[in-house]
Every structure is written in C-alpha cells, then in structure tokens.
C-alpha cells in the first residue's frame, strides 16, 4: 500500500476498480461527484495549514474510523501515511478527540451540547472542532463509499450478517436553549440550532464570504458553523450537489428515499425531515414514506413496502449500519429490480453521503419545531 497521498482517485485504487468496467464508466458518468470527494479527502489531509490539528492526529484517527467501519484497505492507507508521521498522538486534547470520533462513529444521536464543551475543555478551538467533525464524518462516509464500490465490482468486503434495523433518537423535549424538540420523525419543516457558535457573516474574510453567497447559504446557521473550514465546505457542498442533483441514472425520489433511510438508521431526525418530505413529494407515494419514518427503533426498516423501494431500502439501511452490513445479495435484489450500474452507484453514493452529513446535524447542534 502506497504511504503517500493519492493526489488522484484514492477510492479508485482501494476498490481495485478495472478501467474499462461498467462500475469506471459509471463513476466517469458521475465525475464531478469523484472530482469532488477527492478533493475533499486532500482538503482533509493534505490542508494549506493544518493548525493545531497535526496531520498525525488526523491519519490516527481515520484509520480508527476505517477500522471501526470494517474498511480495512482504507485502514491500511491511512497506516502507511501515519507510519511516515513517527509518534502516536497522547494526552487529554487526543483523548477527547477519539472519545468524539467513537461516538460520531457508533451511537451519532447519542450525542450533546456537554460532549463539545468537553473537546473545548481539552483544548480544542471551535475551527478545530469542526473540521475534526467535518474528518470523522468524511471518513465514515468514505468507508461506506469503498464497500459499495467494492461489491458493486465484485471484490470481496468485510460482512457480519448482523440485521439492521432503525435506529434510535434523541426524545428530549427541548433543545439547549429551550426550544421545542419534534419528539419523533416527521417530514414537517424542522429549525436547527448549533451547540458551539456560528460565525456571523461579517467575520468571515473575504473567500469565506464568497464561498458562503455563491452557495446560498449565508443566513444559515449550519453552514455558517462548517465555514470555519471552507475548503472542506466547499468540496462537500459540491459533493452533495453531484451525488443528489444528476441527471439519469437513479431517479431523484430514490435518492431521496435512501438520504432517508440513512437518517432512520443514525437517529437523526432533522435530515430525514427534509430528504421524507422530498421523497414524498416527488414519489407521491406519501403512504409509504410515512410509514417508513414510523418505523420504531429496532424496527424493520422495509417492512411493508414494495418490493422495488424494499430493495433500495433494505440495502440502503445495510450500508449505512456501522459497520456496514451491504452484501451481493443485496445487489442481486436491486438488479432484478431492474437498476443498472448508474443507479446503483447513485444508490451507494446517496445512501454513503448521509453517513457524513447525519454525523454533523446530530453531533454539532439540533433540530427545534417552533
């Protein structure tokens, strides 16, 4: 395994993708996606500055999140680059941060307000928290990418078998500064609020300003708080607008459909708000949406649904399971359901997105109904 920075098409080289094959000319199909999830992989680890956030910490712990994930070519990559770091990272600010990165990696709804404090209290800036966030989602996003990539060229991926079913979420009644809290999934039109402050507009500098207006996103709390790390903003904003907003392939509702269940697995109740109400509006299948954001915690996520969207459904909810439980049964059952390659790799790029963005709404803020 190399120990340098793929400066190319890292996810390429780990999922041993033949150029040529149908999955190549897939993801060729979908460039700009490619072309921006590797640049938000260098925007990570190979930043103009890196701060007080070293490259070590950084490699340490997206090998962790790898690990955790079942990725182990990933794993292996980040290794080698940590290897040429010498030392391992120590002390209570490491602490905290791999204390973060298990929690946003197993249980994201179980976190709160108390959890930020405690990386400040380590010595954590806000900048830092979030592009430490901003890592730990990427790389699950990552991992995810990687074994749908694999399966969907036939190598071989780390599986268990375990079931997965929906997850659970948080049921307090306000938020930190007593808001009223939705209670439960629904596809209403949600408010968010941040746990750790949000730049006003007029603090940030120049680029940041422009990277904020050309994107629409400059009354937004969320993307105010993101924008402490702009390139990594920018290359994931541009991500989600490839892997959502293309023509051919898997229709938008279905996309939507899988961003939804993604959020019905990590818990996260604001994401699965707006991509329900998406999903619904363009299926007009309304019925079956809500019945899918009923689904209790340990429930079967697909139950009750047809076989086309149980399909999506059953594979979305496996892949987006940490680690990820997809497997080529679930392909075969999508295939016969008549998804081609695009599609599918739409599928495993919508469904792997949502393990980035659920991990961010629910570890850097909350969501408000009033």
Not at 1 to 18: K, R, Y
Request: with cysteine; proline share 6%.
């Amino acid at each position: 395994m190399t120990a340098t920075l793929n400066t190319e098409d890292l996810l390429a080289a780990l999922a041993e993708i033949a150029p040529g094959s149908a999955l190549a000319q897939a993801r060729a199909t979908r460039q700009a996606a490619t072309d921006a999830i590797q640049a938000s992989y260098l925007a990570l680890f190979a930043p103009a500055d890196v701060g007080d956030f070293p490259l070590a910490q950084r490699l340490l712990i997206a090998q962790r999140i790898s690990e955790w994930q079942a990725g182990q070519p990933l794993a292996a990559h980040y290794a080698a680059l940590l290897q040429r770091q010498g030392g391992a990272p120590a002390g209570p600010r490491w602490q905290a941060a791999l204390d973060h990165a298990e929690r946003l990696a197993f249980k994201p709804a179980s976190a709160d307000a108390q959890h930020l404090q405690v990386l400040r209290q380590a010595g954590w800036s806000l900048d830092d928290i979030v592009t430490l966030s901003q890592l730990i989602a990427f790389v699950s996003f990552q991992s995810r990418l990687l074994t749908g990539y694999r399966l969907l060229g036939d190598k071989p991926v780390e599986v268990t078998g375990t079931p997965v079913r929906a997850g659970a979420w948080r049921t307090a009644p306000a938020t930190l500064s007593g808001r009223h809290a939705p209670p439960a999934f629904t596809r209403q039109e949600l408010g968010w609020e941040p746990w750790i402050a949000a730049k006003p507009l007029a603090a940030f500098d120049e680029p940041g300003q422009a990277l904020l207006t050309r994107f629409g996103h400059s009354d937004s709390d969320y993307f105010r708080l993101l924008a402490r790390n702009h390139p990594v903003l920018e290359q994931r904003t541009l991500a989600d607008r490839a892997i959502f907003y293309t023509p051919g392939g898997l229709e938008r509702k279905d996309r939507e459909l899988a961003a939804t269940v993604a959020s019905k697995v990590n818990g996260c109740i604001y994401c699965a708000s707006v991509h329900a109400r998406k999903a619904a509006q363009l299926s007009k299948q309304t019925e079956e949406v809500q019945r899918l954001l009923e689904v209790a915690p340990g429930g079967v996520l697909s139950e009750g649904q047809g076989e086309r969207w149980r399909a999506q459904i059953d594979f979305a909810a496996a892949l987006s399971a940490t680690p990820p439980q997809a497997n080529a049964q679930h392909l075969a059952a999508l295939r016969e359901q008549g998804l081609d390659e695009l599609a599918l790799l739409d599928l495993v790029q919508s469904t792997a997105f949502f393990a980035w963005a659920n991990r961010l709404m629910l570890t850097l803020g909350e969501p408000f109904d009033d």
